[in-house]
């Protein structure tokens, strides 16, 4: 894999930086993108250093429409040959719909939903030429659970991002390219507190709640093997089977006894 890359948004922290590890590990040599610029830095050093691959870094927003195209161009200056495209970044909006401002929610929709589109499109190319690529979406099990009383557009972008991936299956799929879409459920990570809902996440039962590296190395088995869906650990995968198999409104009663401060009515 010697100009073998993987670009990892949102590779700072969390599940992003667990999947930027375990790819490491595996011998892909690293892009890393996040906004933190010292942060980035630092986790790159540390990346290297433990492991025999090229890390770089690419500080961007992906709030900012122009950052996608940003960092394909920097790909591509450098000769970075991308054939794993993980699509990671997050981003939340606590309180609830009819309090926050317009500007909030398509701050959101962007991040989560428009970047993802970009990215996969201008990296694609190349890939269809290679014949060749892996692209991994972190969605969750949201895309599957009854509406939350907070972060109303998460599950609806999220389901969108679990289509979003079929249609690339779909498409390109036969060409050697192949989209998983990956969908954790409740996650230890420090997204809940700087994204301001730490406190539903403190009350949802402990065995619910799953190590990220555990995470993002199931996502990364799943995405190299070319999988189409993976939700990571047994326990998440009994739920989501659930989930589709109980009549919504008993799951509605269920996912409020377990996690009242996400289902509140």
Not at 47 to 58: R, T
Not at 73 to 92: H, P, Q, R
Not at 94 to 111: A, C, G, L, Q, Y
Request: charged fraction near 25%; aromatic fraction near 10%; include cysteine.
């Amino acid at each position: 894999m010697k100009n073998s890359y993987a670009l990892v948004t949102g590779a700072s922290s969390g599940i992003g930086l667990e999947i930027s590890k375990c790819l490491a590990k595996k011998g892909y040599n690293l892009v890393l993108t996040a906004r933190s610029k010292d942060r980035l830095s630092q986790v790159s050093k540390n990346i290297q250093s433990e492991n025999n691959v090229k890390v770089d870094f690419i500080s961007c927003d992906l709030n900012d429409k122009h950052s996608p195209f940003k960092i394909f161009d920097y790909c591509s200056s450098k000769n970075y040959d991308v054939s794993v495209l993980v699509n990671n970044a997050g981003f939340a909006n606590p309180d609830k719909f009819h309090e926050t401002s317009m500007e909030d929610e398509e701050k959101f929709i962007r991040v989560l939903g428009i970047s993802v589109i970009s990215l996969t499109k201008v990296f694609i190319k190349k890939m269809l030429q290679k014949k060749h690529g892996r692209i991994m979406i972190i969605s969750s099990v949201a895309a599957f659970a009854p509406p939350s009383s907070i972060q109303s557009l998460y599950g609806p972008i999220k389901t969108f991002m679990n289509r979003f991936s079929e249609g690339l299956n779909l498409s390109y799929n036969r060409k050697g390219i192949t989209s998983t879409a990956v969908c954790p459920g409740y996650t230890v990570t420090n997204f809940h507190k700087a994204s301001g809902v730490q406190n539903e996440m403190d009350r949802v039962p402990t065995f619910m709640k799953k190590d990220a590296k555990r995470i993002a190395e199931e996502a990364v088995e799943a995405t190299l093997k070319g999988k189409s869906l993976c939700v990571p650990t047994k326990t998440w995968k009994i739920i989501v089977f659930l989930i589709r198999l109980l009549p919504s409104f008993v799951f509605s009663l269920l996912s409020r006894a377990l996690a009242p401060g996400r289902y509140k009515k």
